[in-house]
């Protein structure tokens, strides 16, 4: 297994540091290349994701990642010419975020939601293509457009996904989320599509949600979602709201996932690079430790992957909430954990 | 004063009913002529909102909308050509939702949450604009795009009434709500204008938020926000959630403002039309009633907008959260409260 690692910026860098320490018990020897691509490189050189490490980047078995961004570079530059570019040249059309609240973790709502779904996000089109453009920037007769691209292609192969996620799950539940009912020229080939595939999942329970109904269930009935899927600007905002009511972005793990593998998959924690923090060894590393499990599932590594899910489920059930531990700490807590 | 009322479909009707019943105390004897739009009306005639009964609406001092959407007509159809349309022909740039949560009424978040904002939303463009198209419709190589549309004329007046509302309370604190590090031919519009007007209100504290960032601080640390501007379709987004997190959308109420007054606003509760409970009296219409509070305040009724507050704050601190009693009830309660 060779395995590209990008920690990135700010507490990425800490993050991955913990979540390598977990790999390297649960599947030793894995050959490891780090690339020094964010904030302090693009300060450096000006380069962002120079051609020359893509393609050595594409050779890899699967990518982990750190975070992303730092306040020394233009907001922005690095999440879409670093981040994006990566999700779009590796075709990553899979952004796979699980939502689940461990037993001992709290939630900011109230009663014991249960909480175990899985969000199936488009990664590679919808309002992420940088497509629109601005007239008469800076003047008062500005025009600014953004352009939201669907394609058939692109929505299928997702939807497609979803449904044989949810096939093997016990519940057997999708949920279209989209905003159909404004948004009628991309929510029309959602839709539709869902309901074409529908048909060859007849053991697949579907429902559609509006994006905006979304917010109200998962605050008071999170336990109604099984699988979601949805679009890249719908996913993001979906999924940040998942991570908080499971205890906080900090637990949020996510895989932007190329089914096919015709390019090496990329796995990071839903969280960013939190400058506030960085450095003071405060950030929590178990998204960047839950990311690595994913990312052992996907190189069909169940076992470790389970051994990995099972270290942290146990860790946080134990934790004072009040006071979890270092990211250092939390780290060597998993590591011997899972061995 | 001479009202257009629009109760439109299921609860619409039930909560436009004890509405009219508060205002009927507060404020005796308006004019009020009353639109069969919605539902049975399309169906029966196929009209949806005929010119007419747009041109004599305009006439009006304001509109008091209950809630538009039936089963039976397909989804979209009276959300776009009714709703929609009426904001954007009426030219209610400011979308305006408070989001307040009352001494006694029960939020989903933990602790005791301090929530009091306000969300200035941009009601004419955005994503909303209906732009875009489908190319090879209903085949493996559909296109649809969807085109959000932003211009400096557009976001600046909502800006400059957001930060003018922001300057008039105790905090004095704005938060734009976009997505620019993705989103930055739009984002870059938003930005520059918040920037520029900024200068103009010194006193005004101003901030920048992702809309995945506003999720969790939303169900982590609501007491943060005090004026919210943002566009059309995250405004659509945040402003559920803000409702669920303040004890549910049958208590929020929201306004369609056209600040200039050229064309009457339009006062709705942020809710659907529900038709799963439609016709059981058993609706809150507590967002209804609110939703008269803004129309009075509108119109200059300062002293009878802020009776209602007060006859719906007591109801709230009085009731018992799992028996609040049923549409009519309630709104028998506040309207013998305001008397
Ligand atoms: C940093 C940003 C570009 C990114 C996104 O919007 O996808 C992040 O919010 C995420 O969810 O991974
Ligand atoms: C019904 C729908 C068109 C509407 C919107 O998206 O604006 C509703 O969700 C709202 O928030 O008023």
């Known amino acids: 297994m060779k395995l590209g690692v990008i920690p990135g910026d700010g507490i990425g860098v800490e993050v991955t540091a913990e979540a390598l320490r977990v790999l390297d018990v649960v599947v030793p020897g894995v050959e490891k290349v780090e690339y020094d691509l964010g904030a302090a490189r693009y300060r450096r050189t000006g380069e962002i994701l120079p051609d020359s490490v893509l393609h050595e980047v594409r050779g890899h078995d699967a990518i982990l990642l750190g975070a992303i961004g730092d306040p020394s570079v233009p907001p922005g530059v690095l999440e879409r010419d670093l981040l994006l570019r990566l999700r779009f040249e590796l075709d990553h059309y899979v952004n796979l975020r699980p939502a689940k609240l461990y037993p001992g973790v709290r939630t900011p709502l109230t009663g014991e939601p249960e909480i175990d779904f899985v969000v199936y996000r488009e990664g590679t089109e919808g309002p992420y293509t940088g497509n629109g453009g601005v007239l008469r920037r800076g003047t008062p007769n500005e025009v600014a457009t953004e352009v939201s691209v669907n394609t058939a292609f ?20 999708l949920t279209l989320v989209h905003k159909t009912n404004v948004l009628r020229h991309a929510g029309g080939v959602w839709q539709r599509i869902v309901n074409e595939v529908a048909a060859e999942f007849p053991d697949v329970t579907v429902d559609y949600n509006h994006v905006d109904a979304v917010m109200i269930h998962l605050v008071t009935h999170p336990e109604r979602y099984d699988v979601i899927v949805t679009d890249n600007l719908f996913g993001d905002i979906v999924t940040d709201l998942a991570g908080a009511i499971c205890g906080g972005i900090g637990l949020a793990a996510s895989a932007n996932v190329n089914p096919e593998r015709l390019f090496p998959s990329m796995f990071e924690p839903v969280h960013g690079s939190a400058p506030d923090i960085a450095g003071q060894d405060k950030a929590d590393p178990t998204a960047a430790v839950l990311s690595v499990a994913l990312l052992l599932e996907h190189l069909g590594e169940t076992a470790a992957a389970a051994r990995i899910e099972a270290a942290v489920r146990a860790d946080l059930a134990a934790r004072d909430p009040e006071n979890p531990g270092g990211t250092r700490e939390i780290g060597e807590r998993l590591a011997t954990a899972v061995a």
């Open 154 to 173: 692109g929505v299928e192969r997702v939807v497609r996904a979803a449904f044989e996620r949810a096939r093997s799950r016990p519940r057997k539940r």
